[in-house]
């Protein structure tokens, strides 16, 4: 079962240069654990000496100009679609895996009770394509708590200079202007 954590939203402060983060400008927000709780922190980029010891996780944002038009993430239902359309585009596995977890912490999708994580061998021919991969390949099914469906996700390594161009594709594909 996947917990609810209650992670503090962005102080638009560096706390390392105890500073104000002015519009425009990149910032990465840390999560450590503090005693029983997670405590972010904001820290500008020019201030950045990579993540700190301990963290649980980091990333990358920018404090949006003010003349910027705000943007919300599509309705769950898009959001799921666009998850199944991405299942025969290869090059998207490890965006399609993010936004799985992303719809899972949302509560979109849920692990399907019955199932444990599934290994499939990748190809039983000797010499793999250059589309397969080699050796077994983890699967996650998974149901949609708005329709009862399921999905299967492949599960992606996710290396950490892959991060920042993720995020990226995914906040493209996945939100949307508003007025």
Known sequence: MIG???INRTT???SVADRPLEPGEYYYSVVSEHDEDFRRVDI???SWTGPPEGCIGHWKNRVPLPEEKKRELAPPEVL???LRSMADQPQLTKARYLLALMLMRKRHLKPVESSALISSAASDSTEPTESESVGP???WELESNLDGTTVTIEIADIAAGEAESLQTQLVD????EVE
Do not use: G, M, Q, V
Request: aromatic content about 10%.
């Open 12 to 14: 638009r402060r560096c």
């Open 137 to 139: 390949t983890n699967l």
């Open 44 to 46: 500008a980029a020019d």
């Open 173 to 176: 594909l996945l939100y949307r």
């Open 80 to 82: 799921i679609e666009i």
């Open 4 to 6: 609810e954590y209650k």
